[in-house]
């Protein structure tokens, strides 16, 4: 069992930053990519951001890319995704995700073995 835990989210004006964070625990040491979706109301889980085991490798959604970075410190079992130049259509629940099994770093929901809770983000106009 892998237990996730976002924190971060909140309230935040167009064009701000939020630094969202993901503490992972349980068995670890089988985790292999982390990915960050979103969700807004209505609307179906769109891939956010990904990241490889050792982090060396990062894959964005075409929607984020040049204002999001993920990350990751395996020592400390984290994943964060820092958030900049925000815009309303930001606004979504955040979960982060680990997979177990894929190779590479996978895109779809349902590739990914344990999620987080979520963490709500709102960008308001």
């Known amino acids: 069992q892998v237990q996730l835990v976002e924190s971060g989210g909140g309230l935040v004006q167009t064009g701000g930053s939020l630094r969202l964070s993901c503490a992972v625990s349980g068995r670890t040491f089988s985790m292999n990519a982390m990915g960050w979706f979103r969700q807004a109301p209505g609307q179906e889980r769109e891939f956010v951001a990904g990241i490889s085991w050792s982090g060396g490798h990062a894959f964005y959604g075409d929607s984020v890319k040049g204002r999001f970075t993920i990350s990751r410190d395996n020592v400390k079992n984290t994943v964060t995704l820092q958030m900049n130049s925000l815009k309303p259509e930001d606004s979504a629940v955040y979960y982060c995700?680990?997979?177990?099994?894929?190779?590479?770093?996978?895109?779809?929901?349902?590739?990914?073995?344990?999620w987080g809770q979520g963490t709500q983000v709102t960008v308001s106009s």
């Open positions: 995700a680990v997979d177990l099994n894929s190779y590479g770093i996978p895109l779809r929901p349902n590739d990914y073995d344990y």
